[in-house]
């Protein structure tokens, strides 16, 4: 049998809380050795010189719109992907809301055979809950889909669910992570009839953050917490973006004992209603960008262990879409391409170390999803791997922007660290700002 063999030397190889100078050995595609002055075992050993920049093990996104099928316009898994392991992330999760909303099992079925085709990264999809849809839900399965994803605030299609006894009966009846959106939809409603009534069609985007309230948030999630400390449901919650909301939340227990884990977003970390009159509508997200103490209250929460994971939402639109007034413009914004070097960039202003960059991004989005054989670095581990150069200044700029929307919110950007190589099931898929033709993505599996 033909050995893939690659091994990485000089490294400042990251994992599981320390950094240490060594070179890791990969065959085919697994990770085999690691240690200091490993050999090249033969002449076909491809080797590369990561001089003292930092291994990571690849970013694991646990939450991503790659918007295909059905508003493959906007972007698609080829395109999303790419622009994946171009900023390091190396495993995506992409959720239901797509066109036709995944909400059979045929319709999840198909997003996992176009991935199969088109994927630069290992995928997972997420399957759909509606009011109606329960037989379907309790289908899937749990070694090869990473969990059901419930929108308790609105969303594209029929994916708001609102029945309580439903999502009772779905939180009730399985094992598996329940993902959630939680806004709450009343509060939304009354707060839009408020601005519409005081400034008519022409609301400015710099109230988004006071009509999709840090109140609609809390309503929510609390709602669902409460539910799933009833039912015993494995609850992750998405995209938490208030500082009421840390109190639902405890670092009391190790992660691995958690039934309740927690997420925050990029844009939550970066932006924060100040940025509204700069920015406009390209960083309108739901939830919304909240306040600069919101923002502050997240940050300590993601520190002390309260919150688990950092993500994206990667929610790709069009720019034309985007410059339509508020009312119209849709939320979301393009971001795998930028995430691990915007965390760096935070580690450079001192806010987060790079081993929390790695716990939080890697280690245990593979920890809450029980992902087989990802997000370390260790013998027999896939070779997922990210090599970042902490001291490489580049600038975000229109041609080197690779999700198919063509904008960044962190357009003009100069960041102070760079992706240098991302290798994918041991196939160096990206260096150097270009990606390689290599789709070696695989489906995850889960130990479930």
Request: hydrophobic letters at 40%; proline letters at 4%.
């Amino acid at each position: 049998m033909h050995m893939d063999r690659v091994l990485i030397k000089n490294a400042k190889i990251v994992n599981e809380g320390s950094i240490f100078e060594g070179d890791v050995l990969i065959e085919n595609e697994y990770i085999v050795e690691i240690g200091e002055n490993i050999s090249a075992k033969s002449s076909t050993t491809k080797v590369i010189d990561a001089e003292g920049n930092y291994l990571l093990p690849g970013v694991i996104d646990d939450q991503v719109h790659f918007r295909e099928p059905g508003l493959t316009h906007k972007g698609d898994i080829a395109s999303e992907s790419k622009a994946a392991v171009a900023g390091g992330i190396t495993s995506f999760i992409e959720q239901p809301n797509t066109v036709p909303n995944a909400v059979t099992q045929e319709i999840l079925e198909q997003k996992y055979e176009i991935a199969s085709q088109a994927s630069y990264a290992n995928y997972s999809f997420m399957m759909g809950a509606t009011n109606d849809n329960i037989d379907e839900v309790l289908a899937t399965d749990p070694k090869n889909v990473a969990g059901i994803k419930i929108f308790l605030g609105s969303s594209t299609g029929n994916m708001l669910v609102d029945n309580e006894a439903t999502l009772e009966k779905i939180f009730s009846s399985t094992k598996m992570l329940i993902a959630v959106h939680c806004e709450d939809e009343q509060t939304i409603a009354d707060n839009l009839e408020k601005y519409t009534a005081e400034y008519g069609s022409d609301v400015p985007v710099q109230v988004h953050h006071l009509i999709r309230s840090a109140e609609a948030c809390y309503i929510s999630s609390s709602k669902a917490i409460a539910l799933a400390k009833k039912t015993g449901a494995r609850l992750h919650v998405f995209h938490l973006s208030t500082a009421r909301e840390m109190e639902l939340l405890t670092n009391k227990i190790p992660i691995e004992e958690k039934q309740i884990t927690a997420e925050v977003c990029i844009h939550h970390l970066w932006f924060t209603n100040e940025d509204y009159d700069k920015k406009g509508n390209l960083i309108k997200w739901n939830p919304a960008v909240k306040t600069a103490a919101d923002q502050a209250a997240l940050w300590d929460a993601l520190n002390d262990g309260r919150i688990d994971v950092i993500a994206t939402d990667h929610a790709p639109h069009t720019l034309e879409e985007k410059k339509r007034p508020y009312l119209e413009a849709p939320s979301g914004g393009p971001l795998v391409q930028h995430a691990l070097v915007a965390m760096f960039e935070k580690f450079h202003q001192g806010k987060i170390t790079i081993e929390k960059i790695v716990e939080k991004m890697a280690h245990n989005p593979a920890k809450i999803f029980k992902i087989e054989k990802r997000g370390f670095i260790k013998p027999g581990y896939y070779a997922d791997l990210v090599i970042i150069n902490a001291g490489l200044p580049w600038s975000v700029k229109k041609e080197n922007i690779l999700a198919k929307c063509g904008w960044s919110p962190f357009h003009g950007f100069t960041f102070k660290s760079r992706v240098t190589h991302t290798l994918v099931n041991g196939k160096l898929v990206y260096t150097n700002f270009k990606v390689k033709d290599v789709r070696c993505g695989k489906r995850l599996s889960f130990n479930r």
